[in-house]
């Protein structure tokens, strides 16, 4: 295979799908509109979720070999996409996207025989093997990576920059054990940069602003967590499970933090709000582009820490004990705001 042709292929397909979906979109009314919490300049085409699922699946037809799990898959992350299209345009309620989160993971945990099985030797006492609640754990895991990357996609490239780590770092342990499996998140990549060329608008200034829309940003966060728990699986062994922590590590952190103190002040943990790491950034005097800079390096040697200890055997327990420090002071950061934003201040 022409590793080369790989990518580029999806980032033209990707490019071309962008040109002629968007005017579709802004016809059907699938745009997002300056809001109090949503602040951009105009109506702005959500239309960057589909353009990489279009993308990836001519690409996949090409590249990737065919398989009983890889099919599921593309079903299951089509009924997503199209829910997340419903969502961008209509708004739909809570209850309405979790029945659908719950039942595409049914989908590939029933159709494809795809579940966690262990989650490794996360107190040094042993392997923990899930049994029969491995399916319970993976439709967990499904609905929470959707929603990780769903929450965090609050400033222009950040859910995009944030995905790119994890499918180039998911892309380089596949290959490591020569797994086919590599070429699905090579596709992502590929796919993702053509957005993010869009949605900030460089290296060209002259194309017109994108979104990726609830649509992208579920199909990314399931695309994620579907390679995590198959590359865990006994049969390809490219991950360990404490890894995928850190693969994820920002939207993760951030997603079950905010939540934490959603519920705490007796609020939805669905309920938007300006409390994302981002706004922090913001709130503290950052730009969005800074903002995105440093959340993006943070989360980048979070991934490569990962990586580095999966690839020197560190014992599993060790590194599940680094990255619960490390979440403790994430959390501690933001129960205690004010003084991080004071902090940040005196540090510009």
């Not at 951009?40 to 398989?67: D, K, M, R």
């Not at 290296?203 to 990314?220: E, T």
Request: glycine share 8%; charged share 15%.
């Amino acid at each position: 295979m022409d590793y080369l042709l790989v990518p580029i292929t999806s980032f033209l397909l990707c490019s071309i799908a962008i040109f002629l979906v968007k005017p579709i979109a802004v016809k059907a009314g699938l745009v997002d509109l300056p809001t109090k919490r949503k602040l951009h300049n105009g109506a702005v085409p959500l239309v960057g979720g589909v353009a990489i699922y279009i993308a990836v699946l001519l690409s996949s037809i090409i590249f990737v070999e065919s398989s009983q799990t890889f099919n599921f898959y593309l079903l299951s992350s089509g009924f997503l996409l199209v829910m997340g299209v419903m969502d961008d345009r209509y708004d739909l309620s809570v209850k309405v996207r979790l029945f659908i989160q719950v039942s595409i993971a049914g989908v590939m945990i029933f159709g494809a025989g795809f579940y966690l099985e262990n989650l490794g030797n996360l107190f040094s006492f042993g392997d923990i093997k899930l049994g029969i609640f491995g399916t319970f754990i993976t439709i967990i895991a499904i609905i929470g990576a959707i929603n990780a990357f769903n929450m965090i996609d609050g400033i222009d490239g950040l859910a995009g920059v944030l995905s790119l780590i994890a499918f180039f770092s998911l892309a380089i342990l596949f290959f490591v054990v020569n797994s086919n499996w590599y070429v699905l998140p090579v596709l992502f990549v590929a796919a993702t940069l053509a957005f993010l060329m869009f949605n900030l608008r460089w290296p060209f200034r002259f194309i017109h602003k994108i979104f990726m829309g609830d649509a992208g940003s579920m199909l990314i966060g399931f695309t994620i967590v579907c390679l995590l728990v198959i590359g865990t699986d006994k049969n390809v062994q490219a991950i360990r499970p404490v890894t995928a922590l850190y693969l994820i590590a920002i939207p993760l952190m951030d997603m079950v933090a905010i939540m934490y103190r959603r519920i705490k002040k007796g609020s939805s943990p669905f309920k938007a709000d300006r409390e994302h790491l981002h706004h922090i950034f913001e709130r503290a005097g950052y730009s969005r582009k800074r903002a995105l800079v440093y959340i993006s390096i943070s989360a980048l040697s979070i991934a490569l820490a990962g990586c580095v200890m999966q690839f020197l055997n560190v014992p599993e327990w060790i590194m599940f004990l680094l990255f619960m420090i490390l979440f403790f002071f994430y959390n501690y950061g933001l129960m205690h705001v004010w003084k991080l934003l004071s902090w940040l201040r005196k540090n510009k």
